[in-house]
């Protein structure tokens, strides 16, 4: 599996962003810094809930801890609509005669 790899300097200078804050963010356990060559990297895939870090931390004023918290409800969250998700098809399952034990 090939990873696309981001400058962190290059990323934090185009973005303005500091770079403090992604350290505290690696430190967090919320991004995961890569070093290569004495050079640090962001992996690509890290783009999206990297913006979404950098607008609760710069626009909404969210410390890192904030962050960390929103991060963990919005993952119960999803994981709760999941459930739900598949709650949803073993009742139709269920209403509609299938085998309620059949795996989704």
Not at 23 to 30: F, M
Not at 32 to 59: M, T, V
Not at 88 to 97: A, I, Q, S, V, Y
């Amino acid at each position: 599996m090939e990873t696309d790899f981001i400058i962190i300097s290059e990323y934090c200078e185009k973005s303005h962003t500091d770079p403090v804050f992604l350290q505290s963010l690696e430190e967090s356990g919320l991004i995961e810094i890569h070093r290569i060559n004495g050079k640090q990297y962001l992996s690509a895939s890290q783009l999206g809930e990297l913006e979404k870090y950098s607008h609760l931390y710069y626009d909404l004023s969210i410390n890192i801890e904030g962050i960390d918290a929103i991060r963990h409800i919005l993952q119960r969250i999803e994981d709760l609509q999941h459930e739900l998700r598949q709650l949803k098809r073993r009742t139709l399952r269920f209403e509609t005669g299938e085998s309620f034990f059949t795996e989704d």
